[in-house]
């Protein structure tokens, strides 16, 4: 079976660029497509406890995908779910931008 850590570091990694590189104005296909590939995602992540856990939260809160901004902030929310239930630190999801886009201010 995948390493549970390595898997998760490298996704986050992935799903966090994706989000904030994801456009400020998505078109209505963009949105689509976003939820549709969020969707699919939690089908076939490949830690299968991890997978039905995000399944479970994505009912009660559902992806935004109305902007770059709101998906950022949609996908951070989530990612801190994971860590809290985990024991890990809460990230502070202003930070989102220095952390996975522009890196830190000097
Ligand atoms: P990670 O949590 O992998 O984080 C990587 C980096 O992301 C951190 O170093 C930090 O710089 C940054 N970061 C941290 N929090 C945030 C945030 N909120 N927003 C933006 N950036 C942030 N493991 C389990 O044991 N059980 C599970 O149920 C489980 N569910 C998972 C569900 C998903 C969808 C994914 C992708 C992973 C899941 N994992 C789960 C793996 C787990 O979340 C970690 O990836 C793994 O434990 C390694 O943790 P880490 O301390 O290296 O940092």
Not at 2 to 7: M, S
Not at 26 to 40: E, G, I
Request: overall charge negative; proline content about 8%.
């Amino acid at each position: 079976p995948p390493d549970v850590e390595q898997l998760g570091r490298s996704t986050w990694t992935f799903l966090h660029t994706m989000a904030a590189y994801y456009p400020e104005v998505p078109s209505y296909a963009q949105q689509r497509s976003m939820k549709t590939f969020l969707s699919t995602f939690s089908q076939f992540y490949p830690c299968d406890h991890c997978a039905e856990h995000l399944r479970e939260e994505m009912k009660s809160k559902p992806p935004k995908v109305e902007s770059r901004w709101a998906l950022g902030k949609w996908l951070c929310e989530i990612h801190n779910i994971v860590n809290e239930n985990l024991g890990k630190e809460i990230f502070d999801c202003s930070k989102i931008d220095e952390r996975w886009k522009d890196g830190p201010k000097d």
